[in-house]
């Protein structure tokens, strides 16, 4: 079964009142199934959103224009399968405890409406993800793209809505906003009655401020030390690998290595010998940060507003990270 041809697009504050609304009564007769019902809907569509994996990571990157086809592939399987594993034995429906020495049952009830804001680095695997655990725990969700993403995100959204559907979930029990708007994300975030918010440092300090239970992850600033214990190239490969894994798009993903006195020297030669290069304190300013720091790849910033020497390095190279010695200040190198 195919999603509702009367869906209605959701492009304005009317119609997304509209979209809460139906997502409010499907919750609502939801929240009655069974566990069997659920572990069904939630199979068949963790089962669809598996099957899409590769076409769905060539969509993200081609709308875009960040990370690896190949590495989105891996994260959408992730997302998929793997949650599926990890949560498909789990009880969510009905009484999960009992201790007759207390006499305390413990009962699984859904929250609501989940509020899924969804970041232009992570766009379908995050869409999965959020879907499955909201229908696993008979809620609602409603996805808030990221304007350079939305397309593929909502892509991913309408996939496990359909699997959804098909499995006997019912309709409207997933939704998207087709033209997002912070106006649209503001409203959503006040309408739900959780928040899942996976973005900038903004958007996530926007979910908590909003007075609903926030769950916020946003870019992190990972260091990675490489001490005098350490097996140096061991490291050095481990972190190049995890920083240029799609392109370095997950938050998680090394920003920077500090090297010890003792181990400066090797780990600088071994980053050298894999093919990573490091910048002169010239190059940096001119090539690499601008104003503030602008990274050109996760900031959202115009492509034309970008010199061509700059998104060539870019391309090259991949993403920057700093290693630092002692207490002077790091010399950045691309890897």
């Not at 739900?192 to 870019?219: E, F, H, Q, R």
């Not at 790849?297 to 060539?312: E, I, K, Y």
């Amino acid at each position: 079964m195919a999603v509702t041809k009367t869906r209605e697009t959701v492009k304005d504050l009317e119609s997304l009142e509209k979209a809460l609304a139906e997502l409010r009564k499907a919750q609502k007769a939801y929240a009655l199934f069974t566990q069997e019902q659920v572990d069904k809907i939630f199979f068949a569509a963790a089962e669809a959103a598996n099957r899409a994996r590769i076409t769905l990571a060539k969509m993200a990157v081609e709308e875009t224009g960040m990370g690896v086809v190949e590495d989105k592939v891996i994260k959408n399987h992730y997302a998929a399968e793997y949650i599926y594993n990890a949560y498909r034995d789990t009880k969510t429906c009905g009484v999960l405890e009992y201790d007759p020495v207390y006499g305390i049952t413990k009962i699984a009830e859904p929250i609501g409406i989940v509020a899924a804001v969804v970041p232009t680095t992570n766009p379908t695997s995050t869409a999965i993800f959020k879907a499955l655990i909201s229908l696993k725990t008979r809620n609602a969700v409603i996805f808030s793209p990221h304007p350079r993403a939305k397309n593929s995100t909502n892509a991913a959204a309408r996939l496990v809505l359909e699997a959804a559907i098909a499995a006997g979930a019912p309709e409207g029990i997933i939704s998207w906003i087709d033209e997002p708007s912070l106006e649209m994300t503001n409203l959503v975030m006040k309408e739900a009655d959780i928040i899942l918010a996976t973005g900038g440092p903004g958007m996530v300090k926007a979910a908590y401020s909003s007075g609903k239970p926030a769950i916020g992850v946003g870019s992190g600033n990972t260091p990675a030390i490489i001490d005098d214990t350490a097996d140096v190239v061991l490291a050095v490969n481990s972190i190049i690998h995890s920083k240029t894994f799609d392109n370095g798009m997950i938050c998680a993903s090394e920003q920077s290595v500090i090297a010890l006195d003792k181990v400066y020297d090797a780990a600088k030669a071994e980053f050298l010998a894999r093919g990573c290069y490091f910048l002169k304190p010239a190059e940096v300013g001119k090539l690499v940060l601008f104003g503030q720091g602008i990274d050109v790849q996760r900031s959202g910033v115009a492509v034309a507003a970008v010199p061509d020497q700059v998104l060539r390095l870019v391309q090259r190279f991949r993403k920057v990270i700093s290693l630092v010695k002692g207490q002077h200040r790091g010399k950045l190198f691309v890897g």
